[in-house]
T-cell receptor, first 114, second 112 residues
Framework: KAGVTQTPRYLIKTRGQQVTLSCSPISGHRSVSWYQQTPGQGLQFLFEYFSETQRNKGNFPGRFSGRQFSNSRSEMNVSTLELGDSALYLC?????????????FGQGTRLTVV | DAKTTQPTSMDCAEGRAANLPCNHSTISGNEYVYWYRQIHSQGPQYIIHGLKNNETNEMASLIITEDRKSSTLILPHATLRDTAVYYCIVRVEGTSYDKVIFGPGTSLSVIP
């Protein structure tokens, strides 16, 4: 079956702009989590959505937001981009519900803020 | 802070077994040891997990010490495609990943 799909793969934005990233989970998976990965901070949890509701949230400012649609696809939005937001953004899907399977990650979106 | 510690980097000759250690001395009784790997600029890939018994699948073997304070991931015949960063994490099976901390991992270089 198809894996986790993230679009776009690469993105270049200017400081102050906003950006929306998309993630399509594995079919049947209802939980989607988002991560930011930078060389200095490693892999950091942003938030998790399950059944269109944010279930868990990491320690990121309110400029980072997300949503999930009824088909479990999820989007992440970053407003007022800063240079420090340059990173690889990863999403991971899992079954969620009564119990989470291990997380399956997408290939990520490489965001560069200039 | 991550609940696991791993060596920063390791080398392995192609065709030989790669043995990647992980210390998790504060692991709780209901936490499993999971291994993921991340090939450059791709998303992490699940490899294997276990509680206390040794586990094996088509990718690797996981050896967990009897006191569960450490474990070793074994890639039996390393290939160049196994060059990646390997992450050892602990997690209660069936729970969300929101509390899971991915540390720096071990950068494995498989050398021809």
């Amino acid at each position: 079956k198809a894996g986790v799909t993230q679009t776009p793969r690469y993105l270049i934005k200017t400081r102050g702009q906003q950006v929306t990233l998309s993630c399509s989970p594995i079919s049947g998976h209802r939980s989607v989590s988002w991560y930011q990965q930078t060389p200095g901070q490693g892999l950091q949890f942003l938030f998790e959505y399950f059944s269109e509701t944010q279930r868990n949230k990491g320690n990121f400012p309110g400029r980072f937001s997300g949503r999930q649609f009824s088909n479990s696809r999820s989007e992440m939005n970053v407003s007022t981009l800063e240079l420090g937001d340059s990173a690889l953004y990863l999403c991971a899907s899992s079954t969620g519900g009564n119990g989470y399977t291990e997380a399956f990650f997408g290939q990520g979106t490489r965001l560069t803020v200039v | 802070d991550a609940k696991t510690t791993q060596p920063t980097s390791m080398d392995c000759a192609e065709g030989r077994a790669a043995n990647l250690p992980c210390n998790h001395s504060t692991i709780s009784g209901n936490e499993y040891v999971y291994w993921y790997r991340q090939i450059h600029s791709q998303g992490p890939q699940y490899i294997i997990h276990g509680l206390k018994n040794n586990e094996t699948n088509e990718m690797a073997s996981l050896i967990i010490t009897e006191d569960r304070k450490s474990s070793t991931l074994i890639l039996p015949h390393a290939t160049l495609r196994d060059t990646a960063v390997y992450y050892c994490i602990v997690r209660v099976e069936g729970t969300s990943y929101d509390k899971v901390i991915f540390g720096p991992g071990t950068s494995l270089s498989v050398i021809p």
